[in-house]
């Protein structure tokens, strides 16, 4: 069984503040707290912060990231649109941080979109079927 067929994912168009639209395949991680996205993609869609390598200055957006391995530093960036099938969701926080390819995933979509959006997430690991749905507002 590939890698990625064992995880929840799906395809996300991401709508860069350039005007660019680009596709990705998308590891759903409600566990991760923000969305990632590589930094060259990020770049390419108009984030020319996202590409940040200058070890002086220390930018208001720059997040540190700590693991069991080691320490890292991204950049935060706020993606114009992001649209998973029929759903729309503006002006989304991502981490500009580079995915090691290993995954087969593109982007990560974390916790902070689904909870900006108010969105379900439902996953049939037998059947291999996901479903997204907005949570309809009660009071």
């Known amino acids: 069984m590939p890698f990625t067929s064992r995880y929840p994912s799906i395809y996300a168009r991401l709508h860069g ?4 639209i680009r596709e990705y395949r998308a590891l759903i991680d409600v566990t991760t707290d923000y969305c990632v996205l590589p930094k060259v993609d990020g770049y390419r869609l108009g ?3 996202a590409a940040h390598d200058d070890p002086v200055t220390r930018p208001a957006n720059l997040i540190f990231l700590a693991n069991s391995v080691s320490y890292s530093e991204a950049m935060m960036i706020v993606i114009e649109q992001v649209e998973i099938g029929d759903l729309s969701v503006e002006g989304v926080q991502f981490l500009a941080f580079d995915l090691p390819q290993i995954t087969g995933f593109d982007v990560v979509l974390g916790r902070n979109i689904f909870l900006k959006a108010n969105l379900s997430i439902e996953f049939d690991y037998q059947l291999s079927k996901l479903r997204i749905s907005q949570k309809s507002k009660s009071g």
Not at 17 to 20: L, T, Y
């Open 17 to 20: 503040r350039n005007g660019a």
């Open 47 to 49: 984030y020319p912060e």
